[in-house]
């Protein structure tokens, strides 16, 4: 093959990928040409494809009779648009225009009349800058005249009242007078209220098509569609079911066939019959409604039918068992079946026997327990089909029969005791629940235990037991939800003694736990599965727990061992402890001290010194005195007797001591509760000095300095009344601050000097220092070095006087302060401003000797220039054309 012959396939396929290019908008009526009848509707679809516009496209549909000239009948958009032969049809609704998508709507003509025939064409307007595609698409319509006639032979509809297994047929005329060659298709459909069923359909091409419920009949034989001569249709249905009544409804479409394609042109229908079907009389009986039977005997029940059916009518039986008597057998199972062909499915346990026309023998051997209950007898009547096939006709369920099986049951008694009763919250409770006098009770019996509670009442008021905990067959606890947690914490133990014997213990008893107790003993048997059923239960007397709550009392008494002593003898206080309604008490005890507060219009403070608990663990409380830390001694004389020693009293121990004593009762587990507390009568401890007496004050030469300045405070101590060897006292002495100009601040801790000579300075966050000395044995110095503005304020020294006693301890006295002198820091503005001053100045002067020097180079070397005069030279203007 040459080149001269590949050439056409190349222009082809070229021509063909052009085109899938250029493709663009496609107007199409999916339909083809349509045959309709006159008075029927006509409905033409018409949709848009491959177009990216809008979102919604228009429609506007044209007629043409002729095939040329096409007159408008409805727009999408343009109200206007119809013509005037459509615009009463349309405002009529014969017409209508209804859109099924954005790209795609429905022309609707109702009432079809023969003048609607012709040539129907759906465009949708152009907006595009290019033509690509077709905008428009026609379908032809053929409208034929109305020659279809369906009929029944019964008008009105006619009443059929049938029974079970009957038969009955039904007619319905159907032909058409139409000049062209059409065919007709009938349907058989049963209607009951708004629900249809197709039973049996001919088609327009001679084929029988049953509905999906009656295939199974259809290919029995029992359902059948038989064409006469007269273009009649008849239904036949033989055995009829109680599904079968309804109305009964003659179907009838007319169809022609062009270019090898079918069209439904008209359907037509007709009510031919009302069907009542009587349902079959059927009972079902149990001889006995309520059997009564001992374990290990045969349990017999008999099933009675009684209908109105003819004898080739077959019985199905089905026997069930339930715990209710619930005939929709919610929870029921099977125990035997008979079907209607006397086939049997039954357990090797039970028989079911056919013992009569219409009875049917039920036999469950060695019935236990397990088969108390409830038995039903349901019944299907069945009848003969063709082909060998059955029909159910009729199903009943009997009324339930109540089997009880009576089990030899154990006898015994249940007695419950209190080993132990509680006398005060917290004490332990334990209850004994045995088993006596056991009888019928062998290897296949076991006994369980539950425990419950029922709070103490009023004799009208109702109160509901509480489960505390149960036992299943197998022994395994299960508890409520009042000992749940108390269970799992431990609090609450039950056990099994024996297998006649449980017991139940409360480890503390609570106010909570007051009220009655009592336990019920189920006894449980075994079944032949192995498995354990409940045959009794016994309940015990209950037995009521109870302890009179009365208040706790306990007293302290306390009282000191010398009645005088002076400073730095040894104080002695002994607290005597009594106590009533406490359990078994222990006692812990703490040491206060109350002395006055430093503010004479403020309540008098509470030191707390020594404390003592309950298992005899000494602490040291708020007791400060480094030089005496082991001068506080508290001891256990007796289970309620304690005594407290202070070794080298001072003046500053003045006050009122006191024993405060704590109750405590054990719980448990190395546990203690609080059973309460108490105060003792106080024991005061009061010096009568004649000493002297300490002043001081402060003085300065200098309370006004300027920043940077020395400033120099002296605390002076001054003595009253009998004179002192300086070697017999000695001073702590402390320096204070409020840097405000009144006392509204908190005071500020400077410095320390205590009568040993050690100093102590605070932390500053400014540059000045501080530095404090003693300069005699009754005057102290502080000095503020390189003070600041921060510096200024009330300064103030608080003195704490040591002298030795006659006996050379050292006593100490109560603290004293002097007032407060105000010190002033200013600012030295010379000073403060003379060394900026010189720098500015300095500055300025080499600043502008180096502009003056920088400004004279540049004049002398960078702009010096020279001037040369050239001659000019005289040149004629050049002409502006020229240029």
Known sequence: ??????????????????????????????????????????????????????????????????????????????????????????????????RIGNDAVELRIKNLQAADQGQYKCSTPSTDATVQGNYDDTVQVRVLSDALQVSSKSQPASSLRLKD?????????????????????????????????????????????????????????????????????????????????????????????????????????????????????????????????????????????????KDDIEAEVTWYFSKVPDSSLPDAHILASMDYHSVVRSPLTVTLNRVGMHSYRLLVRDANKENSGYYFCHVALWAPGHNRTWQ???????????????????????????????????????????????????????FTVSWYYRMDSRSDEVVSDQLLASMDEDWTLRFGEKSKQRAKNGEIVFSKEDGARFSFRIQRTSEGDKGNYYCVVSAWTRQRNKSWMKSKEVVSKPVNIFWIAEDSVLLVKARKAKPFFAAGNTFEMTCKVSSEHIKTPRYSVLVTAEKPAADPFSPNETKHIISLNQDSVVKLENWTDEARADGVVLEKVQDDEFRYRMYQTQVSDAGLYRCVVTAWSPVGGNQWKEAGTSLSNPIQIDFQTTGPTFNVSVHSDTPTVYRGDLIKLFCIISLEGASLDPDDMSFDVSWFAVHSFALDKPAVLLSSLDRKGVVNKARRTWKSDLSLEKISVMEFLLQVHGSEDQDFGNYFCAVIPWVKSTTGSWQRETEIKSKPIFVTVKMDVLNAFKYPLLIGISLSTIIGLISCLIGYCSSHWCCKKEVQETRRERRRLMSMEMD
């Open 1 to 98: 093959m040459g080149h001269s012959e590949e050439r056409p396939l190349l222009l082809l396929l070229l021509a063909l990928l052009t085109l899938a290019i250029c493709q663009g908008r496609i107007v199409k009526i999916p339909t083809g040409d349509l045959v309709r009848v006159e008075g029927t509707e006509l409905v033409i679809p018409c949709n848009v494809s491959d177009y990216e516009g809008p979102s919604e496209q228009n429609f506007d549909w044209s007629f043409s009779s002729s095939g040329t000239l096409f007159v408008e009948i409805v727009s999408t958009w343009e109200a206007a648009f119809t013509a005037q032969p459509y615009r009463e049809r349309l405002q009529k609704g014969e017409i209508q225009l209804r």
């Open 165 to 309: 297994g009957d038969s009955f047929e039904l007619y319905c005329s159907a032909s058409s007078t139409s000049l062209e060659h059409t065919h007709l298709s009938v349907t058989w459909e049963l209607h009951r209220g708004p629900a249809r069923q197709k039973i049996l359909s001919l088609t327009h091409e001679n084929r029988f098509h049953p509905g999906p419920q009656y295939e199974r009949r259809y290919q029995s034989g029992d359902l059948r569609l038989d064409t006469t001569g007269d273009n009649t249709y008849r239904l036949f249905v033989s055995r009829v079911l109680p599904v079968d009544q309804g109305t009964y409804r003659c179907v009838v479409s007319e169809w022609i066939g062009e270019k090898g394609k079918w069209q439904e042109i008209q359907e037509k229908s007709v009510d031919v019959a009302t069907v009542t079907i009587e349902p079959t009389a059927l009972r079902a009986t149990v001889t006995k409604n309520n059997v009564s039977v001992t374990e290990g005997d045969d349990l017999d029940l008999t099933c009675s039918i009684a209908t109105d059916q």
């Open 392 to 446: 159910k006709v009729a199903e009943k369920m009997s009324e339930p029969a109540g089997v009880e099986v009576i089990l030899p049951e154990p006898l015994f008694e249940v007695l419950l005791n209190a080993s132990k009763v509680p006398e005060y919250s917290d004490d332990p409770t334990e209850l004994e629940c045995q088993i006596a006098d056991v009888k019928h009770a062998g290897a296949n019996v076991r």
